[in-house]
């Protein structure tokens, strides 16, 4: 009988339609039975850090919400929304489940993804790792093992480890990210590996402008744990990301008029156009 | 991440930790702790360091929040703030997920 659990995808990974599902699959594939909830009506309130009442209210709702499910486990994609969890949504609100991060559940569970990998995968790759969160999730550790599961997948060791936890948060900073990216493309030149996979959604829409510069090939670890599994979800956001302007053709009229032509231009479409500020020497493909 | 700060760098940690503390408590911050405050990513290196246990990277994050003027107190630093931040999101999602799927999951 499947274990109910939630599973707490977050707000910004609805960038990543196939990041959700493949995450889905995978959960039921280990015994699950996950119900998917996230977006601003299960937000954290870590984006709120202007607004503590506002912050404040958004726990206490959401943290209502999970109650009101009443399963047992909560398991977290975002690592914002796991340290908010953390450190203050169940400090001020009772909670009446347990959180896990999912890649702690799928590590505990890798002798029963391990034959699920069926389709090799033939790639050199980096991990994208941050110095943050480690402390909570030994995800540094963790997601590489999981990827040396993979028949044909090697992981290369770098040592390379970004500031932060995770990219977004060095969006702001100016510099940040651009030293992000150069160290990214000196990374992947030097080791002549195929791919650069990241651990986190908030990392893989930002780096993922280099494999539209064609720079080197980028994957979130869920994306190359789905294939070998057989998964068949398209990574539309990629696609859209390297369509740049002409992700308008890609998307379509129908889907663009859901959420407003006006807002799609304004809002979503720079977004998608946005590439990485790399030096002309950090041009060029790595291979 | 102080190496982005546009605050005037510091000679003695110490002193910018004050102007740390003098943000939680409500008070003005000097121009290296709030350029601290406003570049923190937390990476959480400090944590391991501190000699005092305090939890610095919790110390910062509730800094920030404070200098924001999330807390109450005057703003010190610079909002960035995004209002599309949740449309964008609700955006994404329509499209890519079914119908049934945004009724049920969002």
Known sequence: ?287 | MTRYSRAPAAADGKTVVAGVLAVLRGEPGSPEALGWISVCARSGVCVPACPDKVDPRMMMRLARMTALGGRGHPQQIEVRADPDFFNRVRAFAKLQLSDAELKDWT
């Not at chain 1, 977290?76 to 999912?102: E, G, V």
């Not at chain 1, 969160?133 to 770098?158: A, C, K, S, T």
């Not at chain 1, 948060?169 to 160290?183: F, Q």
């Not at chain 1, 407003?260 to 002309?280: I, T």
């Open chain 1, 1 to 287: 009988m499947s274990e109910p659990i939630t599973f707490w995808y977050g707000c910004n990974v609805l960038r990543h339609g196939d990041i959700i599902h493949s995450c889905l699959d995978i959960l039921r594939s280990l015994g699950f039975d996950p119900l998917p909830v996230g977006g601003p009506d299960y937000c954290c309130g870590t984006v709120k850090d202007a607004n503590q009442t506002a912050a404040g209210g958004m726990a206490t709702r959401t943290v209502g919400r999970f109650n009101a499910l009443q399963r047992g486990r909560l398991v977290a994609w975002c690592p914002s929304c796991h340290t908010h969890m953390n450190d203050f949504m169940a400090r001020a609100n009772d909670t009446q489940f347990a959180m896990t991060y999912l890649v702690d559940l799928i590590y505990a569970n890798r002798d029963k993804l391990a034959p699920l990998l069926v389709h090799p995968i033939p790639l050199r790759v980096l991990v994208h790792k941050h110095i943050g969160f480690n402390d909570q999730v030994e995800v540094n550790r963790i997601v590489p093992e999981l990827l040396r599961m993979i028949p044909g997948v090697e992981v290369i060791e770098d040592g390379y480890l970004a500031p932060g936890y995770m990219c977004a948060s060095l969006v702001a900073v100016p510099g940040a990210m651009d030293d992000v990216h150069a160290n990214t493309v000196r990374a992947v030149k030097a080791t002549q590996t195929d791919a650069w996979v990241t651990i986190f959604h908030q990392c893989y829409r930002e780096l993922c402008g280099l494999e539209a510069q064609g720079i080197t090939q980028v994957y979130n670890y869920i994306h190359l744990i789905g294939r070998s599994m057989g998964l068949a979800y398209e990574d539309e956001y990629k696609a859209w990301k390297k369509a740049g302007a002409n992700a308008v053709e890609l998307i379509g009229e129908e889907r663009i008029a859901k959420v407003g032509v006006q807002f799609f231009e304004r809002a979503l479409l720079p977004e998608l156009r946005k590439r990485p500020n790399l030096h002309d020497t950090e041009r060029g493909p790595a291979k």
